[in-house]
C-alpha cells in the first residue's frame, strides 16, 4: 500500500506544477521552476509520508498487540526505508 501512495501524491504534485505552468498561478510556477523547493521540500514529504504513516502504525501495533516481534521489524524496516 506504501507505494500507490508515494505514486499517487507524486502525480498530484506534478499535476499541480503542470496546470500551474499554465493557469493563473504564475507565482507558483516560477516558484518551483528551479527546482529546489520542488525536489528538496515537496517530492520528499510525498516520498516519506507514506513511509512514516506506516511507522507510526506499526509503533501503534507494538503498543496495542504488545508483540514486538513482528511489528516491531516491520516499523524498522519502514524507517530504513526513509532513509534510503
Not at 525536489?39 to 511507522?55: G, Q
Request: net charge positive; charged share 20%; glycine share 2%.
Amino acid at each position: 500500500m506504501v507505494r500507490p501512495l508515494q505514486d499517487i501524491s507524486g502525480v498530484t504534485v506534478n499535476l499541480i506544477y503542470t496546470a500551474s505552468k499554465y493557469a493563473s498561478l504564475r507565482p507558483v510556477a516560477s516558484y518551483l521552476e528551479d527546482g529546489a523547493v520542488l525536489r528538496d521540500y515537496v517530492l520528499t514529504a510525498c516520498v516519506v509520508s507514506p513511509l512514516a504513516w506506516r511507522y507510526m502504525q506499526n509503533l501503534r501495533n507494538v503498543h496495542d498487540e504488545r508483540a514486538r516481534i513482528p511489528h516491531a521489524l516491520n516499523a524498522v524496516k519502514y524507517m530504513a526505508s526513509a532513509f534510503v
